[in-house]
């Protein structure tokens, strides 16, 4: 029994551990990439804590486990929405880049203006 | 299920149903449905707030069927109810603003081949961007044009998202609910073109962050409870073994620092000020006045009717209200420090959120060991939380109105002048009487003149400070008080006053006037209205906030 409590308590540490460092890492970088990368990190420390927290009781909790997925899935949105925003904004600096993208998004982007341009 | 119920389950499900649909239909359609569903969810308000107010009953709604701790359960008390009232209120006002203004929506891009033909005709015309936006279409195909189809799928969702937060009977909910008007907040704050990017970014970080501490502080708390029912993990630590304790504060710790990141509390406010100044005008007021105020309902909920309070949350609570305070002080002298008005008014928000943080002390109980002893007076330390709470909602309430209003006018002056530097808007007071006098409201408000709402919040706010004892936070909310009421002025007069050298003065352009017509001036003026006028219900509001209280 304290073997298993042990290995619970290893888990927490190592959950709080990776999740400390990625928001030291979070906050102390100014690449934008490496924050985005930082902010997985923290999201992977926090899932192990609760994931560790869900084994502590003598039957897994499934409830923690659905909190464990849904953070997931949030995370990976918001990694979605993230990158989208770091390739703006470093696509400003690269003018090329930018040009070349939205020649690819015209087609859509067009039909939308249209739209507006009948309101205005 | 009865009609009230049905509402209840319409208030969060219907704005997530039009976001959906309305992703896939053009622009046009899309205003439609958006005014539409800010028809319908005042209408749906309407029998949730009879019965929470009049009736004095919780709605209750177990959707599915599903009783917890297996289903989902939307729950109206009376602090559901006052927030739910300011989301349906504000967000109604800021749709129709948006519909009748889509220019106001945000910013995109569009191709020359489509865009040349209508430009003469076109409002926009690029005529709005800023030098530097300017400058970098010259060798590129995209033209940046004012309004963003966008916006009205990611403020639908958003708002959905707000009232789950309002209305969610369970923490789990209450995660998913917030996370959602997180993600949709980090998107409409994109809407506002090259400049805000950076902005967003930085928000998303921080609501992310914020978020995950949440998740773990509900993880904490399920594993001691072993439900995410608020009332019944209330039930649960209230009489949970004292070897439990320190797990729950923990996780009140945790949940406090994540949602004092995502509010913005001094020394975490550095993102909102580019988040809330960059967005765009119809944004800011939303983001203001309702996103921020999610974590604090979250906040209120979790300290009051989830983890009991105790001796061992001192230190917590009086952090808590140092920062408060910090925030009160600091924030309004960075917000006179301003030149340009939206930056003014995000650090107005910065200084108004401290305000409610000072109620920290007054759960944290009496510094003088038991409520005052005064002669004849019989106060209860209840008595105490519960006066306090209804300042803090009644601030916070007032704080929506008003500022949704101030930033909806200092995002029209911005997006018809070109500029919100307040020099440059010299007198432009004159041709825009409505929205200054919008202004003048809501800055009465803002600054807690009687007889706005947020008077009576400071009223009962210090009452209760002076009943625990704690006359410094009276000292805060007097120099907040003058402070705010100088950084207004400082925003308002420029308006008001003729420049004195006539070549700076700033000229309409002639095709932007007629878009300056009454209906835009009507929603913030409609909300600085509101603002005073809701002071007469300062007292309607202590007995709604007493549905469904802990006490």
Not at chain 2, 99 to 116: C, D, F, K, N, Y
Not at chain 2, 187 to 194: F, I, K, T
């Amino acid at each position: 029994m304290t073997e298993v409590v042990s290995t619970v308590q290893w888990y927490l540490i190592l959950g709080t551990v990776v999740g400390i460092a990625g928001t030291v890492r979070l906050m102390l970088t100014r690449d934008l990439m490496a924050r985005l990368v930082a902010m997985n990190v923290v999201g992977i420390g926090s899932l192990l804590v609760l994931l560790a927290l869900g084994a502590a009781a003598p039957e897994i909790d499934p409830v923690l486990s659905a909190l464990v997925i849904t953070g997931l899935v949030i995370t990976v949105a918001f990694t979605g929405v993230g990158a989208v925003l770091i390739r703006r904004i470093e696509g400003i600096e690269d003018t090329q880049e930018e040009a070349q993208e939205d020649a690819q998004e015209d087609p859509q982007e067009g039909r939308e203006d249209e739209d507006g341009g009948e309101r205005g | 299920m009865s009609l009230t119920q049905s509402a209840l389950g319409a208030l969060v499900l219907l704005p997530l149903l039009v976001a959906a649909v309305t992703a896939v239909l053009p622009h046009t359609p899309r205003r439609t449905l958006g005014v539409g569903t800010a028809l319908v969810l005042p209408v749906l308000l309407a029998p949730v707030l009879w019965s929470t107010a009049v009736d004095g009953d919780v709605v209750d709604l177990a959707l599915g069927g599903y009783e917890p701790p297996l289903g989902i359960r939307l729950r109206a008390d009376g602090l559901s109810a006052a927030f739910l009232t300011l989301s349906v209120v504000v967000g109604t006002a800021i749709t129709a603003y948006a519909a009748v203004l889509p220019h106001s929506t945000g910013r995109r891009i569009v191709s020359p081949p489509t865009m040349q033909p209508e430009g003469p005709a076109g409002p926009g015309g690029g005529a709005q961007p800023e030098p530097a936006e300017q400058a970098a279409p010259a060798d590129r195909p995209g033209v940046w044009r004012p309004g963003h189809p966008s916006f009205w799928p990611l403020w639908l969702a958003c708002w959905s998202g707000l009232n789950a937060v309002f209305l969610s009977g369970d923490l789990f909910n209450t995660y998913v609910g917030l996370e959602l008007v997180g993600m949709t907040a980090v998107a409409l704050v994109a809407l506002g073109g090259r400049s805000s990017w950076q902005a967003a970014l930085r928000y998303l970080f921080v609501a992310v962050l914020g978020s995950l501490l949440l998740l773990i502080g509900i993880g904490l708390l399920v594993s001691i409870t072993g439900t995410l029912d608020v009332l019944q993990a209330g039930a649960v630590l209230a009489d949970a073994p004292e070897e439990t304790r320190p797990a729950a504060v923990l996780a009140l710790c945790l949940i406090t620092v994540g949602m004092c990141l995502k509010v913005a509390l001094v020394p975490f406010h550095t993102w909102l000020i580019p988040a809330h100044a960059g967005a765009p005008s119809a944004v800011s007021p939303l983001l203001s006045a309702l996103v921020i105020k999610a974590p604090v309902f979250v906040l209120l909920r979790v300290w009051l009717w989830v983890v009991p309070a105790g001796e061992d949350l001192a230190v917590l609570t009086v952090v808590l209200s140092v920062m408060g305070a910090a925030a009160v002080v600091g924030g309004s002298v960075l917000a006179l420090r301003q030149t340009h008005l939206k930056p003014l008014i995000a650090y107005s928000t910065v200084a108004q959120v401290g305000y409610w943080f000072l109620f920290a002390a007054m759960v944290g109980g009496s510094s003088s060991g038991s409520p005052e002893g005064l002669p004849g007076v019989d106060i209860t330390e209840d008595d105490v939380v519960s006066s306090a709470l209804v300042g803090t909602v009644a601030m916070a309430l007032g704080h929506g109105l008003a500022k949704a209003a101030m930033f909806l006018a200092a995002g029209f002056l911005k997006d018809l002048y070109g500029t919100d530097e307040m020099d440059r808007l010299r007198g432009v007071g004159q041709h825009h009487p409505g929205l200054v006098m919008a202004m003048g409201l809501s800055a009465v408000g803002l600054a807690g003149l009687p007889i706005s709402l947020s008077f009576s919040g400071k009223w009962m706010l210090t009452t209760s400070a002076v009943a625990a004892g704690h006359y410094w936070a009276v000292v805060v909310i007097v120099i907040g008080t003058i402070l705010s009421a100088a950084y207004l002025v400082r925003a308002i007069a420029p308006l008001l006053v003729e420049s004195e050298d006539e070549g700076t003065a700033v000229e309409v352009p002639e095709w932007q006037l007629e878009h300056a017509s009454v209906l835009t001036q009507l929603p913030p003026l409609v909300l600085g209205l509101l603002t005073i006028v809701a002071g007469f219900g300062g007292a309607l509001l202590g007995d709604l906030l007493t549905v469904g209280a802990p006490w």
